[in-house]
């Protein structure tokens, strides 16, 4: 199913449905993926993503990663919403996925 995400991935942001149907999205979305393994992806889809690897047996958890994310803010964002933007991320984050696992069952 991956590779008919990759014009969704590409600048053109169009996802091509097998009835032939193409759905132009906004220059504004952006779609994130969480995959267990990459053994179904081609170097054409690899090429197109930002792949953070996360090892599973070191159970970093979420909050570096938010962390480095809100560090690498313009220095307007981050003086004037730095602090909010985190304490929204640690306030909700972690409910939001108890949600998700609880959908999945």
């Given amino acids: 199913w991956i590779e008919n995400m990759n014009t969704v991935l590409d600048d053109n942001?169009?996802?091509?449905?097998?009835?032939?149907?193409?759905?132009k999205l906004s220059v504004v979305t952006t779609m994130l993926f969480e995959v267990r393994d990459l053994d179904y992806a081609s170097p054409a889809t690899v090429s197109r993503?930002?792949?953070?690897?996360?090892?599973?047996?070191?159970?970093?958890?979420?909050?570096?990663?938010?962390d480095s994310w809100v560090q690498?803010?313009?220095d307007y964002i981050l003086k004037d919403h730095g602090e909010q933007i985190t304490n929204l991320?640690?306030?909700y984050f972690e409910v939001?996925?108890?949600?998700?696992?609880?959908?999945?069952t």
């Fill in 13 to 23: 942001k169009k996802l091509c449905l097998n009835s032939g149907e193409i759905i």
């Fill in 49 to 66: 993503v930002g792949i953070v690897f996360l090892e599973p047996d070191t159970d970093l958890g979420w909050k570096p990663i938010i």
């Fill in 72 to 74: 690498k803010l313009d």
């Fill in 89 to 91: 991320f640690y306030g």
């Fill in 96 to 104: 939001m996925l108890e949600c998700t696992k609880k959908v999945r």
